[in-house]
């Protein structure tokens, strides 16, 4: 079961609590990360609380005089919550000194079968559940490798990098995707020419193209540069592929934008909004605001959309018309539902479904890719 760390990820479950409640399916072991000793707890399922006491975490008796990192013994299963992970626990103490982090240290490939079974439904095709394992493998060691190191954890749990819901969302045929794909990756050609791991960014439908990466993240690798999709309007719900969002009031749209952009306050009120720069297929790549003062300011258009809406739900991607009404401005003829980058969810189905494999959903995808199995040091 153990792996050498390089292919374990950190993932940051909880970021801001006070206490918790853990327990493990088997013994838990915890270590004073500062006093380098440990304390056991030899009663699986025993429900732990932990809480901050002034300035240190604490445990019924046992005060810990540094961060805390939670060993679990076979099944290697712990709860927080009442949230099921694989792994282990660490909890971190935030510079506040108030509050503390919960980190789920785990395997790359124990991590993903948390992962592809919240990103995509269970019961889609084999291959394109391959597809998946492959592209959330790669990214996820991008993610690593480019931020980890300066912080405690990896990656987050939700949207902003990828959906984990660990244990319980586990199904069959999700960690069987994992399995049949495990310790393969994609790479690309850097711009000196050697073979790298690159950000496989996937979204739920392009809406008839994928969108080149540099007008979303701003990344310049050429296997991001986007293709013509025909599949995805076979497979997505009709409403996800073509779309009209709702109206929002003028008012509505100043406290959205100036809620999450405070600087945008110099425009006092948003009075206009246009389309500032659209790729070649449509997607609105930087929006331009007028405010009530005549003064103007530019949002990336994925940004706009989501300061607007943080759901992504009602504005479901940046492929739309900006309309504007006595009453505030709607967003007509939208396509597509996501960012738009890289591997197109709902066209990977309808590949798989037409009988391409995981590798020919992946190189479509991803243009100028390779599969390569990692090594044994991850
Ligand atoms: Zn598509």
Redesign the pocket.
């Given at each position: 079961m153990q792996q050498p760390e390089a292919c374990w990820i950190r993932v940051l479950l909880f970021g801001n609590l006070n206490e918790c409640v853990i327990s493990g399916y088997g013994n838990l072991v915890i270590e004073d990360r500062e006093m380098g000793v440990t304390a056991r707890f030899n009663r699986p399922n025993q429900a732990l609380t932990v809480r901050m006491d002034a300035g240190k975490l604490r445990i019924g008796e046992h005060l810990f005089d540094g961060d805390m990192m939670i060993q679990t013994e076979t099944p290697f299963v712990f709860t927080v919550n009442e949230l099921p992970f694989r792994g282990h626990l660490r909890l971190s103490r935030n510079d506040d000194g108030m509050t503390f982090s919960a980190i789920n240290h785990v395997p790359v490939e124990s991590y993903l079968c948390g992962v592809i079974a919240a990103e995509m439904q269970s019961y889609w095709e084999p291959e394109a559940l391959k597809a998946q394992a492959v592209a959330s493998r790669t990214y996820c060691l991008f993610i690593k490798h480019r931020f980890g190191r300066g912080r405690d954890w990896d990656v987050r749990r939700s949207q902003a990098h990828q959906v984990y819901r660990g244990m319980a969302a586990e199904t069959a045929p999700t960690n069987e995707a994992v399995f049949q794909t495990a310790g393969i990756v994609l790479v690309c050609p850097d711009k000196s020419g050697k073979r790298t791991i690159f950000p496989a960014y996937y979204s739920s439908?392009?809406?008839?193209?994928?969108e080149n990466s540099r007008f979303i993240f701003g990344d310049s690798f050429s296997v991001l540069r986007g293709v013509e999709?025909p599949?995805?309007?076979k497979t997505t719900r009709s409403d996800y592929f073509y779309w009209t969002g709702p109206l929002f009031s003028r008012e509505e749209i100043t406290r959205r934008l100036l809620g999450r952009y405070p600087s945008l306050a110099r425009l006092e009120s948003i009075e206009q909004i246009e389309a500032a720069q659209q790729s070649e297929i449509g997607r609105i790549v930087s929006v331009r605001l007028t405010g009530t003062n005549g003064r103007t300011a530019f949002l990336r258009g994925e940004d706009f959309r989501l300061a607007l809406d943080p759901s992504g739900r009602k504005l479901k991607s940046a492929i739309f018309t900006i309309h504007r009404t006595d009453r505030g401005f709607e967003f007509v003829e939208g396509r597509?539902f996501g960012h738009g980058t890289g591997l197109?969810q709902?066209?990977a189905q309808a590949l798989a479904r037409s009988g391409s494999s995981f590798s020919e959903i992946l190189q479509y995808y991803y243009p100028g890719s390779q599969l390569v199995r990692l090594k044994e040091q991850g």
């Open positions: 439908a392009c809406g008839g193209h994928t999709c599949y995805c309007r597509g197109c709902s066209g």
